[in-house]
């Protein structure tokens, strides 16, 4: 009868901890861990003889045990809610904003120091921008460099003799 109880708990603890592979939360982990822990003091109880070979055996049992999880995970379809598959591109729609490519190149004035991020008006509309790594004062004229999505990058305008601009 001791044999059937080792058998069952450790059935059981097979069964809990790959379940935790497909239903991750825990709770069948720890369970799962408890029965063969149980399965192993049955054993070595019952049959003091053979501690050595029940203690090595259970530990080489739960070393399968979790190798036959890790495989169900990686090959069932269990790990669909588990795994992001598909490719989150702007292609296809995965984008947090539009980028509006139409500023690259637009003018505008510093409303607040850009060190290196603050606000600038360009058209008449107050953005938040990055500088180029440089700190420009407000009033300062600036152009806008890149856009990606709401990240827009900008630089001091220049002045067509290459001299900087300041807007007094």
């Known amino acids: 009868m001791p ?5 069952f708990l ?6 809990m901890i790959i379940l935790e592979f497909v239903l991750p939360g ?3 982990g720890v369970f799962g861990v408890l029965f063969l822990i149980g399965s192993t003091v049955v054993g070595v109880t019952n049959f003091p003889d053979l ?7 259970e ?7 979790f190798l036959t999880g890790m495989y169900v995970l990686s090959t069932v379809g269990a ?10 591109d702007s292609e ?3 984008e947090n904003m539009k980028t509006d490519a139409g500023l690259v190149g637009k003018a505008g004035v510093v409303v607040t120091a850009l060190r290196p991020a603050g606000i600038v008006e360009i058209d008449g509309a107050r953005l938040d921008v990055t500088s180029d790594g440089a700190i420009i004062d407000p009033g300062e004229p600036v152009r806008v460099v890149r856009v990606s999505g709401n990240y827009i990058v900008v630089e001091r ?6 001299e900087i601009q300041t807007a007094e």
């Open 3 to 7: 044999l059937f109880w080792m058998a």
């Open 10 to 15: 450790f059935a059981g603890a097979a069964a």
């Open 26 to 28: 825990g709770i069948l």
């Open 51 to 57: 501690a050595l070979v029940i203690i090595l055996g």
């Open 59 to 65: 530990f080489i049992g739960g070393i399968g045990i």
């Open 79 to 88: 790990r669909g809610p588990l795994f992001l598959t598909d490719s989150m």
């Open 92 to 94: 296809a729609g995965w």
């Open 157 to 162: 305008a220049l002045a067509p003799e290459g």
